[in-house]
């Protein structure tokens, strides 16, 4: 795919984070990747991009559809990515050998629980917290656990027989404490698993209720003028706060189940779907649904789910929705949740069915633009009799103060909308004097020499800011070229409108409510307003080139180096005398300096 199909496909890609996907003619997924903001990412790849890698290259090329998700955080992004991966296999994602599984945290399914990572899920009844993204951040907040709570390391099993009988010796880690003994019954199974709330607490995001804890705790250390105490849970309540520790991506609380969000906008209705697989996300799709015989919102989502159920032979027996419907012999179960990690994921498909709204609304509004600029485009090729639908139109226009620096502009419009990298600044090169017409001949036969000499794209219409005069001398630069039978010449004068065509000699004149007349007037006005910025830049320069010019001891090549440095006189003024020295000298400095004061 080249930029210019890629900048076709209209998408307004979000610059939330989450996962885009590739897909090659037939529909099949080339690739799956995440990013920290989609917008950038994706455009990355067609904007301006040159790759080493042939096999990049080869990817691009087979593109012909993209397809993105968003997700609460760049981390989630890299689960789902990961997810996606796992389940399709794409073939330009790179496979990992070790197949690298996410680490969890574990509540172990005994008395006096461990709490410890891992990567290994065993059925055996324990609680598993997780995944994570980061095993930094869960690690961090293991050893802040561990700085809070003092829980056992041991494999021990101590069930009540075993401890009355006494089976255990505390070990080092209850004299350095880091555990309370409950080996040797030193600690009641009521008070440890006390702890073991809190840290579920703390692994699920709920972390209000271990704050409140601590800042009690920190008070009392306070108050006791145990600073340093105070300073260390200070610090344990900021590890809390920068903590997010639960994905809303995947949970190994939540089996198998479909997310269904629904959000109408006029006669359409859109449907976010999320299947979820073993806990993971594994797929996510929006359609856009018409209503025919304005049918409810209930019968509309049920059509959705029927639909999307089939279509991707989902068996779940849970289904989560924003809203009751009503179905006989359901072959699943209805969720509307309020709360937890089921409203996380409801919250996030209503998330990505709101920016598909969003992106039909734009989608819509560009269409509508596009329509109107195709249908003044259309317009404009009958009021001034052109051969070629004027999708490029090039206009020109020249700048000078009393006779003096005489410049030019050109500006290019590309279906009806200004195209600012196409525009050009022109130094007058063969003219003496104020000569408009001669001026007007030299940039547009440039111009065209230019393109001709490097096969570029030619207009199909050229303005002219100016009357009948600078008409024929753009078109004599035309002619000059052999090109007065490819390309159309017209000019518009400033005081009445008047439109000018060659070989005619009576003015043209366009309803003033056109929007063809507003569209040359556009063009105009721009080609006008680019000529005089870029004129007035080069007599800004030039007289501050005098005035640096009469300071003896400040030679050619040094006013080059300021005004490259500072750009004008005023910022030369303002300069500290530091970064002078360092750019033109102590001596010449010295003279800059006096010249100022003088």
């Known amino acids: 795919m080249s930029p210019e199909e890629f900048k076709n496909l209209n998408l307004n890609i979000p610059n939330d984070a989450g996962v885009y996907r590739y897909y090659d003619e037939e529909d099949c997924l080339l690739y799956v990747g995440k990013a920290k903001n989609l917008k950038k990412r994706v455009r990355s790849y067609f904007v301006n991009k040159k790759y080493d890698s042939a096999r990049i290259k080869l990817l691009i090329r087979k593109i012909r559809r993209i397809e993105f998700s968003v997700t609460n955080t760049e981390k989630d992004a890299l689960l789902l990515e990961n997810s996606l991966i796992k389940s399709h296999q794409p073939k330009y994602n790179i496979q990992l050998k070790d197949d690298k599984s996410y680490p969890y945290v574990v509540i172990k399914n005994e008395q006096f629980p461990r709490v410890f990572l891992t990567r290994k899920i065993v059925k055996d009844g324990s609680e598993y917290l997780g995944p994570f993204a980061s095993v930094t951040q869960v690690r961090t907040v293991m050893q802040v656990i561990r700085q809070l709570y003092p829980l056992r390391t041991c494999s021990l099993n101590l069930s009540k027989e075993n401890i009355e009988k006494e089976k255990y010796k505390v070990c080092l880690e209850y004299h350095i404490d880091n555990c309370l003994g409950p080996c040797e019954g030193l600690q009641n199974e009521r008070d440890y698993n006390k702890y073991i709330e809190q840290i579920r607490m703390i692994l699920k995001g709920n972390i209000a209720p271990v704050k409140r804890f601590l800042k009690e705790e920190m008070q009392t250390a306070a108050e006791q003028l145990q600073f340093e105490k105070a300073e260390n849970i200070k610090e344990k309540i900021s590890y809390l706060e920068k903590y997010q520790s639960k994905s809303t991506i995947v949970s190994t609380s939540i089996s198998d189940l479909d997310v269904f969000s629904f959000i109408e906008y006029d006669e359409r209705a859109f449907v976010n779907y999320i299947k979820i697989i073993n806990g993971s996300i594994v797929l996510t799709k929006n359609i856009l649904l018409k209503k025919g015989l304005d049918e409810s919102k209930e019968e509309l989502l049920l059509f959705a789910i029927t639909h999307l159920r089939s279509e991707f032979k989902s068996r779940s027996k849970e289904v989560i929705v924003p809203f009751e419907i009503k179905i006989e012999n359901p072959d699943f179960k209805q969720v509307v949740p309020v709360i937890g990690d089921k409203h996380k994921l409801l919250q996030l498909s209503n998330k990505n069915a709101a920016i598909e709204k969003q992106q039909y609304i734009e989608r819509k509004n560009k269409n509508k633009k596009k329509y109107k600029e195709r249908t003044t485009l259309l317009q404009l090729k009958e009021d001034l009799r052109l051969k070629q639908y004027p999708n490029r139109i090039e206009c020109f226009d020249n700048s000078n103060f009393q006779g003096s620096s005489p410049v030019a502009s050109m500006v290019c419009f590309i ?18 004097g104020p000569d408009d017409f001669a001026s007007m001949k030299e940039i547009v036969y440039r111009r065209y020499n230019r393109l001709l000499k490097e096969q570029k794209e030619l207009p199909q219409l050229i303005l002219i ?7 024929n001398a753009a078109v004599e630069a035309v002619k000059e070229l052999d090109l007065y039978k490819t390309i159309q010449v017209a000019s518009i004068a400033k005081r009445l409108e008047e439109i000018y065509l060659p070989n005619d000699p009576v003015p043209l004149h366009i309803s003033k409510a056109s929007a063809s007349l507003k569209l040359l007037q556009y063009l105009r006005d721009e080609a006008h307003r680019f000529a005089i910025t870029f004129h007035r830049k080069k007599q ?4 501050m080139e005098t005035e640096l010019d009469q300071i003896k001891g400040i030679g050619k090549e040094t006013v080059e180096k300021l005004l490259k440095e500072y750009r004008s006189y005023k910022k030369i003024k303002r300069a500290p005398k530091e970064e002078l020295v360092s750019l033109i000298g102590q001596r010449k400095t010295e003279l800059l300096v006096q010249h100022f004061k003088d």
């Open 415 to 432: 279906n009806g909308r200004p195209a600012k990298k196409e525009y050009r600044h022109y130094n007058i090169k063969t003219v003496t």
């Open 465 to 471: 800011d100016g009357g009948k005069g600078q008409l």
């Open 540 to 543: 800004s320069k030039k007289s």
